[in-house]
């Protein structure tokens, strides 16, 4: 199993410019989620889907929009990059229960590193 | 008011002592489940240990222990034997609501690790 992965690993863009992130599990997991890290902060919270075809915000989904069209795809879109989306972005996955008291730890992606000037 | 505080920047510990991370939690929810993870310097995020608001017992994992201090709401993790591997990142994240509910975890700002040779 490759886990969580994410595509790309890096990205430069310009302000104004629009990009793709694409995050793709295979442990058939329900539940997917995208966080950004700014230095110095744990993570925040994106955006998340429950399953296929459903998105719900998180913490701060200002300037995103997500899709979750497969079930093992989870899609973050930037339509109009600033300066302040210049972050480190996580994709997660989890259960949605096995039952008898499992916790549904969420599995982390390697990151993407975005930088916009 | 933060969530969860973690009021340690920085810590040193020499190779083969143990060591005590703090993480202290907000929440009036009665069902919640509290998590470590490690970030490496290459920037993954590492599953470490679960504790669950209803656990009678603190979590352990291997070199791994939750000390669970629910009146005084703490969640310390503590690395018995530190090695130099464990050099890293360290956030204590809350799920606030039932195990199984895709709720999101709220992140402490971390505790960087050095462990000294």
């Known amino acids: 199993n490759a886990g969580v992965t994410q595509t790309p690993k890096f990205r430069v863009l310009k302000t104004g410019q629009s990009m793709t992130l694409l995050c793709a599990q295979d442990?058939?997991?329900?539940?997917m989620y995208w966080y950004r890290q700014d230095p110095g902060m744990g993570l925040r919270l994106i955006h998340y889907?429950?399953?296929?075809?459903?998105?719900a915000k998180g913490e701060v989904p200002d300037g995103y929009n997500v899709s979750r069209l497969k079930k093992q795809n989870f899609l973050l879109g930037l339509e109009s990059a600033a300066p302040s989306q210049t972050s480190v972005y996580f994709c997660a996955s989890s259960y949605h229960t096995r039952g008898g008291g499992d916790y549904n730890e969420q599995f982390f992606g390697p990151g993407t590193r975005l930088t916009v000037l | 008011a933060q969530k969860i505080t973690q009021t340690q920047p920085g810590m040193f510990v020499q190779e083969k002592e143990a060591v005590t991370l703090d993480c202290t939690y907000d929440?009036?929810?009665?069902?919640?489940?509290l998590f470590w993870y490690k970030q490496p310097s290459s920037g993954e995020m590492i599953f470490l240990i679960y504790q669950g608001s209803y656990d009678q017992q603190n979590a352990t994992e291997g070199r791994y222990s939750l000390n669970f201090q629910k009146a005084r709401k703490s969640a310390n993790l503590v690395i018995s034997a530190s090695q130099l591997g464990d050099s890293a990142m360290y956030f204590c994240?809350?799920?606030?609501?039932?195990?199984?509910?895709?709720?999101?975890?709220?992140f402490g700002s971390g505790t960087q690790l050095t462990v000294l040779p």
């Open positions: 442990m058939n997991h329900e539940y």
């Open positions: 929440t009036s929810d009665p069902s919640y489940g």
């Open positions: 994240a809350m799920r606030e609501g039932p195990s199984g509910s895709a709720r999101q975890l709220t």
């Open positions: 889907s429950v399953g296929e075809g459903t998105t």
